[in-house]
């Protein structure tokens, strides 16, 4: 089984709400490194009080029987298609294999509990790599447990897969963000993500600064840059919202938006025909640092699934909102 973790969302991204609960051990470092966002990085010559600072979660090593593990409750509930164990710059210090477990547990501490489910058996692991495995299931997850065996060191746990929301229990009257993570917005393709990725630009909040959104190189040749999101479900959108958040000498001159319902095919696929898309907003021109917010220049093209959004010629979106109602 093959894995694209383009097409997923890090369910285990601590910008998203994860947390590393409980490990059996993370004297040398903490097990809240785990689930950075950001890729692992050495410090050369870098100490602290227990010994050499390392980007990722740590054990000591293991003198007696037994092996440590580190419970992670996942930012956003859902199926996961794949697991990514990296062990960036652990070399003499990283555990010989690993496995994972999960279980769902929405309203409770699921540490000790019984119930868990293997997900990824035993696996050989090798220093300073990232070592990524398919997982077969379509069932729904909130938490994850990270053995290693005996002990050492992890740089980054993700934790690829899908949100799940629970679309029944939205009113088709109900003003949603239908592009947000959180209700299983994905960025699939775009043109450039030189300096920020793409999938920034769906997350919570405002962007951090200027690496917590989507920015594209310089462009030296003609055209524009553009980026194209799967909805979380078929919607009707009616507001949509372009943040240039940070992007103050790099902001986009303006931007526009096409949409389509899209019918079968895969992911990757959608990008050709992209370019024939209805038009949902005509070009509008952007501001430096600035929240522009589009309704009355929103074109009725009825439900969409997929959309495109075009900037001209290049530069950096911080967030994207399509607000609008659910579709059947």
Same mark, same amino acid.
């Given at each position: 089984?093959?894995?694209?973790?383009?097409?997923?969302?890090?369910?285990?991204?601590?910008?998203?709400?994860?947390?590393?609960?409980?490990?059996?051990?993370?004297?040398?470092?903490?097990?809240?490194?785990?689930?950075?966002?950001?890729?692992?990085?050495?410090?050369?010559?870098?100490?602290?009080?227990?010994?050499?600072?390392?980007?990722?979660?740590?054990?000591?090593?293991?003198?007696?029987?037994?092996?440590?593990?580190?419970?992670?409750?996942?930012?956003?509930?859902?199926?996961?298609?794949?697991?990514?164990?990296?062990?960036?710059?652990?070399?003499?210090?990283?555990?010989?294999?690993?496995?994972?477990?999960?279980?769902?547990?929405?309203?409770?501490?699921?540490?000790?509990?019984?119930?868990?489910?293997?997900?990824?058996?035993?696996?050989?692991?090798?220093?300073?790599?990232?070592?990524?495995?398919?997982?077969?299931?379509?069932?729904?997850?909130?938490?994850?447990?990270?053995?290693?065996?005996?002990?050492?060191?992890?740089?980054?746990?993700?934790?690829?897969?899908?949100?799940?929301?629970?679309?029944?229990?939205?009113?088709?009257?109900?003003? +949603?963000? @239908?592009?947000?993570?959180? !209700?299983? *917005? &994905?960025?699939? #393709?775009?043109?450039?993500?030189?300096? /920020? $990725?793409?999938?920034?630009?769906?997350?919570?909040?405002?962007?951090?600064?200027?690496?917590?959104?989507?920015?594209?190189?310089?462009?030296?040749?003609?055209?524009?840059?553009?980026?194209? +999101?799967? @909805?979380?479900?078929?919607? !009707?959108? *009616? &507001?949509?919202? #372009?943040?240039?958040?940070?992007?103050? /000498? $790099?902001?986009?001159?303006?931007?526009?938006?096409?949409?389509?319902?899209?019918?079968?095919?895969?992911?990757?696929?959608?990008?050709?025909?992209?370019?024939?898309?209805?038009?949902?907003?005509?070009?509008?021109?952007?501001?430096?640092?600035?929240?522009?917010?589009? #309704?009355?220049?929103?074109?009725?093209? /009825?439900?969409?699934?997929?959309?495109?959004?075009?900037?001209?010629?290049?530069?950096?979106?911080?967030?994207?909102?399509?607000?609008?109602?659910?579709?059947?």
């Amino acid at each position: 089984m093959s894995l694209n973790i383009e097409q997923y969302i890090n369910l285990a991204d601590d910008k998203l709400g994860a947390q590393a609960l409980y490990a059996t051990d993370d004297f040398f470092a903490d097990k809240s490194r785990l689930l950075r966002r950001e890729a692992p990085e050495w410090k050369q010559d870098v100490y602290d009080d227990n010994g050499k600072w390392m980007d990722g979660w740590e054990s000591r090593r293991k003198r007696g029987e037994g092996y440590d593990f580190c419970v992670v409750k996942l930012g956003l509930a859902g199926t996961i298609a794949g697991l990514d164990i990296d062990t960036s710059f652990f070399t003499g210090n990283y555990p010989p294999s690993a496995s994972v477990d999960a279980i769902y547990s929405p309203d409770a501490d699921p540490t000790h509990s019984e119930g868990w489910e293997e997900i990824l058996p035993s696996q050989s692991l090798e220093g300073d790599s990232h070592h990524l495995s398919a997982i077969d299931t379509d069932k729904v997850y909130t938490h994850v447990r990270l053995n290693i065996y005996p002990d050492g060191g992890v740089a980054r746990l993700r934790v690829y897969g899908t949100p799940v929301v629970d679309w029944n229990a939205i009113d088709e009257l109900q003003q +949603v963000d @239908l592009a947000a993570v959180e !209700n299983g *917005g &994905r960025a699939l #393709v775009c043109s450039d993500e030189h300096f /920020g $990725n793409k999938s920034n630009i769906l997350g919570p909040g405002r962007g951090e600064n200027m690496g917590d959104g989507w920015e594209t190189a310089r462009r030296r040749t003609p055209g524009n840059d553009w980026v194209i +999101v799967a @909805l979380g479900h078929a919607g !009707n959108i *009616g &507001r949509v919202v #372009v943040d240039t958040a940070h992007f103050k /000498g $790099n902001y986009p001159d303006s931007c526009s938006i096409q949409a389509a319902y899209v019918k079968g095919g895969t992911d990757d696929q959608v990008a050709t025909q992209s370019l024939f898309w209805k038009e949902l907003l005509p070009s509008q021109k952007l501001n430096a640092h600035d929240i522009h917010e589009f #309704v009355s220049e929103v074109n009725e093209i /009825g439900p969409v699934t997929h959309v495109r959004l075009n900037i001209f010629p290049d530069g950096g979106i911080s967030r994207l909102r399509l607000f609008g109602t659910k579709a059947d």
